[in-house]
T-cell receptor
Framework: KAGVTQTPRYLIKTRGQQVTLSCSPI?????VSWYQQTPGQGLQFLFE???????NKGNFPGRFSGRQFSNSRSEMNVSTLELGDSALYLC?????????????FGPGTRLTVL | AQSVTQLDSQVPVFEEAPVELRCNYS??????LFWYVQYPNQGLQLLLK??????LVKGINGFEAEFNKSQTSFHLRKPSVHISDTAEYFC?????????????FGKGTTLSVSS
């Protein structure tokens, strides 16, 4: 079974631009969660989508948004990029029947904002 | 609100020595507990999880963890480490029985195994 895939793996943008990251979950998984990983703040939960609906949201500004398509693929968008948005963005998929279900992580997209 | 504290940011050990990575959590509700490992330039991989039942949980690669409710701890242990165990380890919690999979992570512990 193929794992979680994220594209692109690396991205360089400048301040003020916007960016879209993509995540394809494991086949059959209906939940996709996004996390931001930085050296200073560690791993922080951004949001979760389940059956095309945002089910949970972390404490991030409205510049961070996402969506999920009917095939469970998900995208996250960051508008008006700031230097502090430089991070590894991880996507995880899960069967998500309960919060105890294992989340399977992709390799991440490393975003650098100049 | 929930929080996770990993008490050691770096743990250096020699190969074949035992290791313990410490994790404490804070929550006003029941939680599920997880340990994940991250190798360089990779995503996270689940080592083990505690949902309920026996407080001693065994995971992959010879790791185990013990849930201690009175001390709100979930320490990870391995009796004999290998060079290949060098990685970053994350303890995480989620609210039990909730709809949704949001995980709260600790800051991570870097395990460095040398020969």
């Amino acid at each position: 079974k193929a794992g979680v895939t994220q594209t692109p793996r690396y991205l360089i943008k400048t301040r003020g631009q916007q960016v879209t990251l993509s995540c394809s979950p494991i086949s059959g998984h209906r939940s996709v969660s996004w996390y931001q990983q930085t050296p200073g703040q560690g791993l922080q939960f951004l949001f979760e989508y389940f059956s095309e609906t945002q089910r949970n949201k972390g404490n991030f500004p409205g510049r961070f948004s996402g969506r999920q398509f009917s095939n469970s693929r998900s995208e996250m968008n960051v508008s008006t990029l700031e230097l502090g948005d430089s991070a590894l963005y991880l996507c995880a998929s899960s069967l998500a029947r309960t919060s105890g279900n294992e989340q399977f992580f992709g390799p991440g997209t490393r975003l650098t904002v100049l | 609100a929930q929080s996770v504290t990993q008490l050691d940011s770096q743990v250096p050990v020699f190969e074949e020595a035992p290791v313990e990575l410490r994790c404490n959590y804070s929550s006003s509700v029941s939680v599920y507990l997880f340990w994940y490992v991250q190798y360089p330039n990779q995503g996270l991989q689940l080592l083990l999880k505690y949902l309920s039942g026996s407080t001693l949980v065994k995971g992959i690669n010879g790791f185990e963890a013990e849930f201690n409710k009175s001390q709100t701890s979930f320490h990870l242990r391995k009796p004999s480490v290998h060079i290949s165990d060098t990685a970053e380890y994350f303890c995480a919690v989620s609210t039990a029985n909730q709809a949704g999979t949001a995980l709260i992570f600790g800051k991570g512990t870097t395990l460095s195994v040398s020969s």
